[in-house]
Nanobody, 113 residues
Framework: QVQLVESGGGLVQPGGSLRLSCAAS?????MGWYRQAPGKQRELVAT???????NYVDSVNGRFTISRDNAKNTVYLQMNNLKPEDTAVYYC??????????WGQGTQVTVSS
């Protein structure tokens, strides 16, 4: 059973930056981040495979960067130029080689002046 532990959320002003981290306890292949704003469905933010291929939702392209440290089984999401519409609970996601999915507990990101 893979466990995911997230950190790095918080309150930031528009235009500011935050870095989210997610450490996995077991063997995983793909990792990523999803988010869910109040009253909205959970949406993909960014993913990264074991070989380093990345994918972003259009609304964060050029502002967010996903990366991973395979030695630490950790994925990061660097979020720059944050906007109020980025406010959401951010969930870490991971899948193993059998495509079993795992989720973190979620971390709140609030962008507000």
């Amino acid at each position: 059973q893979v466990q995911l532990v997230e950190s790095g959320g918080g309150l930031v002003q528009p235009g500011g930056s935050l870095r989210l981290s997610c450490a996995a306890s077991g063997s995983i292949f793909s990792m990523g981040w999803y988010r869910q704003a109040p009253g909205k469905q959970r949406e993909l933010v960014a993913t990264i495979t074991g070989t380093g291929s990345t994918n972003y939702v259009d609304s964060v392209n050029g502002r967010f960067t996903i990366s991973r440290d395979n030695a630490k089984n950790t994925v990061y999401l660097q979020m720059n130029n944050l906007k109020p519409e980025d406010t959401a609970v951010y969930y870490c996601y991971a899948s193993d080689i059998f495509q079993r999915a795992y989720w973190g507990q979620g971390t709140q990101v609030t962008v507000s002046s």
